[in-house]
């Protein structure tokens, strides 16, 4: 299934909704430090996969409705998704010559600002201490990379071939 078709973009969008599902998604206290970046992660796929279709924009509206459901100040995650959407246009051309473990590399650097940027923000509105834990949902992030971006790739090849 191309990205480019309407039923494209409709797959795209569920995608990522799904994922902002998975990154809201309740969990016990100590199992959240644990939880991968989903939103990141599926925003960084569709961005390297259909650059044209996916950009900032959808950042920046995936940042606002994460915004809204974690009860964040408005606009936090929403700068955090942008700027990440935006980092992903500048090694796009890069990106797609390397391995995939070169890929999951640049995924836990890409993550990695973001959650750094994230946590800066988060100091900002309030008392929160800084350790090194938040590192965590980046590095699960890079681990998972090169079996999502496998398992989409052999889904997209079985739509189409359908």
């Known amino acids: 299934?191309?990205?480019?078709?309407?039923?494209?973009?409709?797959?795209?969008?569920?995608?990522l909704l799904m994922a902002l599902?998975?990154?809201?998604?309740?969990?016990?206290?100590?199992w959240q430090i644990w939880r991968p970046d989903w939103l990141g992660l599926m925003l960084i796929y569709w961005c390297m996969k259909a650059p044209y279709r996916v950009g900032v924009l959808h950042g920046f509206v995936l940042g606002i409705l994460l915004d809204l459901l974690e009860g964040a100040p408005l606009g936090q995650n929403a700068l955090t998704l942008s700027l990440l959407a935006f980092l992903c246009a500048l090694v796009y051309p890069r990106f797609r010559a390397y391995s995939l473990v070169q890929q999951a590399v640049l995924i836990f650097v890409l993550l990695g600002i973001v959650q750094l940027i994230e946590q800066w923000l988060r100091t900002l509105f309030g008392p929160f201490s800084i350790h090194l834990s938040f590192l965590l949902p980046s590095l699960i992030g890079a681990l998972l990379w090169p079996w999502l971006t496998t398992l989409f790739e052999a889904l997209g090849r079985r739509l189409a071939r359908d």
């Open 1 to 15: 299934m191309m990205p480019s078709s309407p039923t494209g973009m409709l797959w795209i969008w569920f995608t």
């Open 21 to 30: 599902c998975l990154q809201v998604m309740p969990m016990a206290d100590g």
